[in-house]
């Protein structure tokens, strides 16, 4: 038996502006390809286990988002578990395997990060096969990529002794190197990527859990306490209050140097499949297929004489004339310009963003919830103009607002209007208004998507301005 | 006698994105400062000649535009001459010359270019009286620039004979030369860039077109029977059908090429003041104080690590790392991104847009119009959302459509809506619906200026579907 665990809590940094703290690297298209990075993960792995035995491990803020996004796929939101906060690959794979114990201690689990490039699908599947055998017979198995540069961004895994003719104990983990000690890693041989992909039985791993993170296996052992559904539209896992609690009390430890670096049954078992943990906008390079110029465009762009450059346009047009080397990434609120060579420090862009509590960093003008999403045309210091998307058949909250007052125009399908306690039926081009304090709620009552444009005035147009009354998603705070 | 003549007909494509068909680089406040070139002109002007003493020839296309920026500075827009399309220099000067000659023939005129950039204003003013003095004399005198580089993007003058200790005959003008050959110049001497910067009289000037050019002569000789008032906001002055008819006649011909090449009158006299034609978006470089690593910066700009780079942000954040030697120009509709090297092949942008029929190359998404402006915050198929502002006691045309409805929502100060006949007072949050087909016009009756929020919506939605029916600004197409 066995279980496909994808761990997708990440925030990818790195892929601002198109990745934002509530809109992380997974759930972007971030190849234009159809579909999300976290997609083709989980299309990847159904020939490995069905849906029915895939769990996720994501976190609360992008849960809904990760749903709406799997449910295209038919994932069940039932076997996607929520993290209050990241705690790191040991706590969300402890989580996974007390999960997958109560029922099928001795089933296998593959651990697999939602976020990375695999090129290689037969050769993927016929490492996994030789992991899964080590992993019957006990052991803490990783799989580690046969180096062809020397990647300083990525962490290395040198082998120990030969343990069968594929496979190798583990001598050691060593972070991210430098360049001179990549290159005498490449030199040297002996050493793999660390893939972050894992493979073992449910009971070896909280075995030795409980074995090398005592502390850590207490706080999660008795998980039926912890979790609960979600109330909202999908009903994955949440953590109770008191789960949330005893959660936040968890070291935040990788497993790498948690469980594997200490346990004497860790193996690596060498893969050669194209692989790349998509780290960084230069990570599209080695991805993606480029023009006669070297470069990889899409969107609105119009490039004269440009050189092996990443060019991702979005609505408004990019004209670049005479660059080279350079990573071109548009979106709604923010544009990113850098060297190629620096793309790894796009971080330093969003910590800034930060610390400057700018809003860029965080959210983007098109904010996912569970009933659609909303977008930011026009913000100014009196008014506000979102487009509003609905989902046909979803409902916002029962709701008002002490500071702002709101015009709503249909422009697309048609929309249910609630205003202090009476229905209003609107089809195209029919507005209501709804005065300051007035309770108010919207729907969608038809088959399309419900668009509307949304004109908010009043001296504080703030998200926070909400008194909310009945949510069928089971929301406090939030639009 | 004195009268300043500033020509403001062109189009500056060099300055895309900024700078449009529709709104060209005279019209931009491209430096930042708070008044735009035309400003900067005008005002560097007024101690040579008053208001009532200047004349200004542009284009048809953005006289409203012209006129509101001048009317700021109380230039009379009766002194403002629309050409009905741009026939280069000579015609220009020639129809300024013959409007003055009507009544002054032996006043001197001065002819500026509207959109250059002079740093020193005692040092212009000294060499304007110098050329003042030899045009009194009856010289056709152009300032010439004393070149500090082999620069390749002006014309140059060789000097021929010394006239007197100031000043020289004109040997010959030479076009924009190569790298080499202006290197040659430079070393060899007597040579000085072309200003554009001409004076003499009007009665000298004429006689001389007169001579040379004796067809277009003819076409402009009656101007009085070839202009009329404009009967717009502003009553500058327009062509009537038989002048547009007469002027579409003239040939295109640079003054430089047709009169003062051919005269023996013409002199040059030499000037040291910093002085720039603004002919590229690197000439910033040459104008505007730096920061310590070499970058002109404006607008909302995050630059990491970056060197000698021009970044004008706009109202999206622009995040830059690791770049050096770039130009980057954010618009609403459109960013350039640009070796700074290569600034004067920007207008090959332009013209590929041009050929693709791309709007970015001719209109801006906000469109300035006489009663005030519009600005498009979203077009999809079925709807558009726009932005409306109306300078206060400023009304639009009574109207109809025959494809598209509009909902109108006050956002700041107060509007007036006639529809059907019917007079409806709006204040911020108040909506209005506008039907398909019925007439309506839209008026600010306020002292501020009105800003709301229109949504159109319909099967066509084209700034053509537009019936008028009255219009205080004379207009018969256009919103």
């Known amino acids: 038996m066995f279980f496909n665990i994808i761990l997708a809590g990440g925030s990818g940094s790195r892929f601002w502006p198109r990745s934002r703290e509530n809109h992380p690297k997974q759930l972007l298209n971030i190849d234009n390809n159809s579909s999300t990075l976290i997609q083709g993960t989980l299309q990847r792995l159904i020939p490995l286990a069905s ?10 803020n992008h849960a809904d988002e990760t749903c709406r996004q799997l449910a295209e796929v038919n994932f069940p939101p039932g076997n996607l578990l929520a993290e209050p906060e990241g705690k790191n690959t040991a706590a969300a794979i402890g989580l996974a395997a007390q999960w997958i114990a109560r029922e099928h201690p001795s089933a296998i689990m593959g651990i697999f990060p939602a976020d990375h490039f695999i090129g290689d699908q037969v050769g993927f599947q016929k490492i996994v096969q030789e ?13 580690g990529i046969r180096p062809n540069s020397p990647e300083t ?15 190798f104990k583990i001598e050691r983990f060593t972070e991210k190197p430098d360049a001179i000690l990549a290159q005498k890693f490449l030199k040297e ?29 207490k706080i999660i052992e008795g998980i039926d306490d912890l979790i609960c559904d979600n109330k909202g539209k999908f009903s994955y896992k949440i953590f109770t209050d008191e789960g949330k609690k005893r959660y936040a009390s968890l070291p935040s430890i990788s497993v790498d140097h948690g469980i594997m670096e200490k346990s004497r049954q860790s193996v690596v078992v060498p893969a050669n499949f194209a692989w790349n943990d998509v780290g960084a906008w230069s990570a599209l390079d080695e991805i993606l297929p480029k023009d006669p110029e070297g470069n990889i ?14 060019l991702q346009g979005n609505h408004r047009l990019l004209a670049v004339l005479g660059m080279k080397n350079i990573i071109v990434v548009d979106s709604e609120d923010a544009l990113l310009i850098c060297d190629k060579s620096r793309a790894q420090e796009v971080k330093k862009i969003t910590e800034k963003l930060k610390s400057d509590k700018r809003l860029e960093s965080v959210t983007s003008p098109s904010v996912d919830r569970p009933w659609g999403s909303y977008t930011v045309l026009e913000e100014r210091e009196n008014y506000l103009v979102k487009r509003i998307e609905v ?12 500071y702002r007052s709101e015009n709503w125009t249909v422009v697309q399908g048609q929309a249910n209007a609630e205003k202090d306690g009476e229905s209003f039926f609107l089809n195209i081009n029919e507005s209501i208004f709804i005065p300051q304090g007035v309770r108010h709620r919207l729907s969608n009552p038809g088959t399309e998507i419900l668009i509307l444009i949304e004109i908010q005035s009043g001296s504080k147009l703030d998200e926070n301005d909400i008194t909310r009354y009945q949510d069928i998603y089971g929301r406090t705070s939030e639009g």
């Open 189 to 217: 041989g002996g050493y793999f990527w660390n893939s972050g992909m894992f493979f073992w039985k449910a009971a070896t791993f909280l075995d030795a859990m409980k074995r090398y993170m005592p502390d850590s296996y």
């Open 391 to 402: 989902f046909p058949g979803e409902k916002l909250s029962l709701q008002s607002h002490v």
């Open 131 to 143: 992991a899964q055998q080590l992993a019957e017979q006990g052991f803490l198995v990783t799989l």
């Open 153 to 167: 961004g990525y962490g290395y895994i040198k082998q120990g002794d030969p343990l069968d003719e594929t496979s």
């Open 51 to 60: 849906v029915e035995q895939t769990l996720i491990v994501s976190n609360h």
């Open 297 to 310: 465009i899409s969107g609105d762009v119009l490039a004269i004489d440009c050189q092996n450059s990443i």
